[in-house]
């Protein structure tokens, strides 16, 4: 349960937070309101099956209880806590858009042989119902071979779950492995200006041309 904050303002903030409280606001169908809830509590709830998007029984003073999701929070930069957190109200009926973490399991087989696996996009937008929403959502990449990629179309994502993204966007790819050189190797570029028996920069004859020039004026 959280309580209404009759009393706003950066102290009162200060005040609730050393009480072990987080303000925040929950986002109504009507209007906003002004609560403050437990850490602990919230930390619980949101660090459950259902992560960052778990559907939250939001009960005011003792009322009706106001089914939300998380919109935004705050951490302290240095404990690590929950300063700040925003909710919003929803209709389980209706879909929301969330966002939701990608992880890719599994190694690639192009890693195996020497390449390096790349993720480009690490959370994907999606919309669904409230509570089919899914928390993560994890990507095989043991098949992708060197020079390979795989695209944000290829998620295999929950029914009823929409990708809101553009399928064709890479997700991960395996770049080719990177070419050590051999001790004593010259580096490229070099061996081509050595048989060429140091011959001048053509600035530098071009200064010499010149200053031949004015030598026999």
Do not use: C, W
């Given at each position: 349960?959280?309580?209404?904050?009759?009393?706003?303002?950066?102290?009162?903030?200060?005040?609730?937070?050393?009480?072990?409280?987080?303000?925040?606001?929950?986002?109504?169908?009507?209007?906003?309101?002004?609560?403050?809830?437990?850490?602990?509590?919230?930390?619980?709830?949101?660090?459950?099956?259902?992560?960052?998007?778990?559907?939250?029984?939001?009960?005011?003073?003792?009322?009706?209880?106001?089914?939300?999701?998380?919109?935004?929070?705050?951490?302290?930069?240095v404990?690590?806590?929950?300063?700040?957190?925003?909710?919003?109200?929803?209709?389980?009926?209706?879909?929301?858009?969330?966002?939701?973490?990608?992880?890719?399991?599994?190694?690639?087989?192009?890693?195996?042989?020497?390449?390096?696996?790349?993720?480009?996009?690490?959370?994907?937008?999606?919309?669904?119902?409230?509570?089919?929403?899914?928390?993560?959502?994890?990507?095989?990449?043991?098949?992708?071979?060197?020079?390979?990629s795989?695209?944000?179309?290829?998620?295999?994502?929950?029914?009823?779950?929409?990708?809101?993204?553009?399928?064709?966007?890479?997700?991960?790819?395996?770049?080719?492995?990177?070419?050590?050189?051999?001790?004593g190797?010259?580096?490229?570029?070099?061996?081509?200006?050595?048989?060429?028996?140091?011959?001048a920069?053509?600035?530098?004859?071009?200064?010499?041309?010149?200053?031949?020039d004015?030598?026999?004026?």
């Amino acid at each position: 349960m959280v309580q209404n904050r009759a009393v706003l303002g950066s102290a009162e903030s200060r005040r609730l937070r050393r009480q072990g409280l987080v303000p925040g606001v929950l986002y109504g169908r009507e209007r906003p309101i002004a609560i403050s809830i437990g850490e602990r509590d919230l930390r619980a709830a949101l660090t459950g099956e259902s992560g960052a998007n778990a559907v939250l029984d939001v009960v005011v003073d003792g009322g009706s209880a106001h089914a939300s999701v998380l919109k935004d929070y705050q951490r302290d930069a240095v404990r690590g806590t929950i300063t700040h957190v925003d909710l919003q109200e929803v209709r389980l009926d209706q879909p929301i858009h969330a966002t939701v973490p990608v992880h890719l399991v599994g190694e690639a087989a192009g890693s195996k042989a020497g390449g390096v696996l790349t993720q480009t996009v690490t959370e994907i937008n999606v919309e669904a119902l409230p509570m089919e929403v899914p928390a993560t959502v994890d990507f095989d990449v043991s098949g992708l071979e060197v020079g390979a990629s795989a695209h944000l179309g290829e998620i295999a994502l929950p029914a009823g779950v929409k990708l809101l993204d553009d399928p064709d966007a890479t997700l991960a790819s395996v770049m080719q492995p990177t070419r050590e050189e051999e001790p004593g190797e010259a580096p490229a570029g070099e061996g081509d200006a050595a048989a060429a028996g140091g011959a001048a920069e053509p600035e530098a004859e071009a200064e010499a041309a010149a200053g031949g020039d004015s030598s026999e004026e």
